[in-house]
């Protein structure tokens, strides 16, 4: 099985990671860690502090971060990069889905009051 990995959202603040995104690495090493399932990583290049090619078994794929049309990358790039790998369960951990669906899809929702 291929999972797909939204993990856009961390994010660094003062040189190391709070919150969500040190939720999001520790989700990480442990899936990855325990795990003999492959995984794509969707992710913005700006974005990361943390070497993500050190984990075992997944792909780093890089999107493109398109300033004031946001909604485009999700709802169109995405989406086509989700399919063209193949990928079987995609889990989105920033709260954002695309509306067509490509693969079978699990969403994160931090801090819902």
Not at 39 to 58: E, G, I, Q
Not at 61 to 82: A, N
Request: glycine share 2%; net charge positive.
């Amino acid at each position: 099985m291929l999972i797909g990995l939204d993990i856009r959202s961390i994010r660094s603040f003062v040189a190391h990671y709070r919150g969500v995104s040190e939720y999001i690495i520790n989700f990480l090493k442990c899936l990855l860690s325990k795990n003999s399932e492959r995984c794509v990583l969707f992710c913005n290049k700006t974005d990361l502090l943390f070497d993500l090619n050190l984990l075992k078994n997944s792909e780093v794929l890089y999107l493109s971060r398109i300033k004031r049309l946001i909604w485009i990358q999700d709802q169109i790039f995405l989406p086509l990069e989700i399919l063209s790998k193949k990928v079987d369960l995609f889990h989105s951990l920033n709260q954002n889905i695309p509306f067509l669906k490509t693969a079978k899809i699990v969403v994160n929702v931090f801090d819902l009051i």
